[in-house]
T-cell receptor, first 111, second 113 residues
Framework: QKEVEQNSGPLSVPEGAIASLNCTYS??????FFWYRQYSGKSPELIMF????GDKEDGRFTAQLNKASQYVSLLIRDSQPSDSATYLC???????????FGKGTTLSVSS | NAGVTQTPKFQVLKTGQSMTLQCAQD?????MYWYRQDPGMGLRLIYY???????DKGEVPNGYNVSRLNKREFSLRLESAAPSQTSVYFC????????????FGPGTRLLVL
């Protein structure tokens, strides 16, 4: 059974701080990695995807991938109250036959 | 572009009733998916259609059927609803199956009494 693990939180950070969200996965052959944000009562929306080892930056968001450690993370710089949401990590299974979602980490940014 | 649309938004059923959840996308995507999301369980794949004319089971297919009506539309049918099917159902689509970004519809909240 392929698994994606996330700390459920809540992760609480003050406004302006860096929020660090972590995800580990069990399928060593996974190739595609996604971070989705889900506000309460809404559908998931893509924040970033990453395919290669290293860092990928998009505005205040940085995704980090380490395939050797089977670890992917999302950093949110200058956190805002509007960033308060549940963040879902999703990993493609090696055979390309599934996208496995973690259960999500709830982030709370206080002003 | 509307993206991915789902109907209805909310539905209450009695045990044993049937219903069909509708999903349509206008992004010319090849692949479409149905997920359910339950508290503490995350998103779980029910069925997917990698391309028009094909459908395959996901992680939790029991009690559901699907139809890929055409490239745009993918419906999910509950033949005899059970309380265990109370959930939020999301439809999603992507250019290629699983390898690329999935775009989600707004969801259908289903309560089975």
């Amino acid at each position: 059974q392929k698994e994606v693990e996330q700390n459920s939180g809540p992760l609480s950070v003050p406004e302006g701080a860096i929020a660090s969200l972590n995800c580990t996965y069990s399928d060593r052959g996974s190739q595609s990695f996604f971070w989705y944000r889900q506000y309460s009562g809404k559908s998931p929306e893509l924040i970033m995807f990453i395919y290669s080892n290293g860092d990928k930056e998009d505005g205040r968001f940085t995704a980090q991938l380490n395939k050797a450690s089977q670890y992917v993370s999302l950093l949110i710089r200058d956190s805002q109250p509007s960033d308060s949401a549940t963040y879902l990590c999703a990993v493609t299974a090696q055979a390309g036959t599934a996208l496995i979602f973690g259960k999500g980490t709830t982030l709370s940014v206080s002003s | 572009n509307a993206g991915v649309t789902q109907t209805p938004k909310f539905q209450v059923l009695k045990t044993g009733q049937s219903m069909t959840l509708q999903c349509a996308q206008d992004m010319n995507h090849n692949s479409m998916y149905w997920y359910r999301q339950d508290p503490g369980m995350g998103l779980r794949l029910i069925y997917y259609s990698a391309s028009e004319g094909t459908t395959d089971k996901g992680e939790v297919p029991n009690g559901y059927n699907v139809s890929r009506l055409n490239k745009r539309e993918f419906s999910l049918r509950l033949e005899s609803a059970a309380p265990s099917q109370t959930s939020v159902y999301f439809c999603a689509s992507s250019v290629r199956a699983f390898q690329e970004t999935q775009y989600f519809g707004p969801g259908t909240r289903l309560l089975v009494l």
